[in-house]
């Protein structure tokens, strides 16, 4: 299998507050292969941010792609799983080993931080998975 292109944004109103989850898996031919978008319940938008990361790993493993390149508009996240933050935060954690064991099963990798402008489509499905669940109420 070729490389695949991962997007990935985690939404969380209130901060803590409802959060949503997206993800693009997009293939060398730039053909969307997935799309994710789902509620995770309420929650911070770092958390729901790795929750994105680890949703996506998942599904772009049934792939079996000879790499992956993700790109992610949290700082914090592409910093942490790149080495050069600390994670510290107990809820962060579990879900960074979990994203790293995943990251494990890729034989190439690499994470890379984008401007929010340029990650619209993931951001747009985090959205759409709490508007799902709340029935579009803003």
């Known amino acids: 299998m ?6 990935v944004d985690g939404a969380a ?3 803590p507050g409802p959060a949503g989850i997206g993800a693009v898996i997009i293939d060398e031919d730039e053909n969307v292969q997935a799309e994710i978008h789902e509620y995770i319940g309420e929650t911070t938008n770092n958390v729901a ?12 493993e049934h792939f079996a792609p000879d790499g992956i390149k993700v790109y992610s508009d ?7 799983i790149t ?4 994670v510290k935060h107990p809820n962060l954690i579990p879900l ?10 890729f034989p190439n990798f690499r994470i890379d931080h984008i401007p929010r402008q340029k990650n619209k489509r993931a951001d747009k499905l985090a959205n759409q998975g709490i508007d799902d669940k709340l029935g579009d109420k803003k």
């Open 13 to 15: 109103r209130g901060n």
């Open 83 to 86: 080495g050069a933050y600390r």
């Open 2 to 7: 070729q490389s695949l292109t991962l997007y």
């Open 96 to 105: 960074y080993r979990e994203a790293v064991a995943l990251i494990r099963s």
């Open 74 to 80: 949290s700082q914090l996240l592409v910093r942490q």
């Open 49 to 60: 941010e790795y929750q994105a990361l680890i949703r996506g790993l998942k599904e772009a």
